[in-house]
């Protein structure tokens, strides 16, 4: 699992489903939910949750994909595994794990200090926690 810390910047609602979005570190973060925790507003610190499963990543990415999250991320580490790599990115101090296909992480010669870009489907975004002010 790998946690980022954002701020409540909107907060949309439609019958049971929430659409959020949160500042973190100067980008943009959205997230589709059935449930809200309880003192979620907007201005709050929360703890977000992603599953490194969840992480998908694209090199040299030029275009558009319905990913709501796309995040800069560097390599900061490639263990290759027997099937599967775990790619450790670093975004703004922060590091986030990647789960990718061993011969995917390969084909795409990760490296350390490689420039990605990191999509998470709005989705796959939790709030574990929300913080004290």
Sequence with gaps: MSYLIATVSTIQNCDSLHHITFDCNGHTLSMISLELPQGIKMGKKVKLVIKATYVALAKEFRGFVS?????????HSVNNGTLLSSITLEFNDTFVESIIMRDVSESMSLTVGDSLTAFIKASEIAICEVLDD
């Design 67 to 75: 990913y709501a999250n796309q995040l800069p991320m560097t390599v």
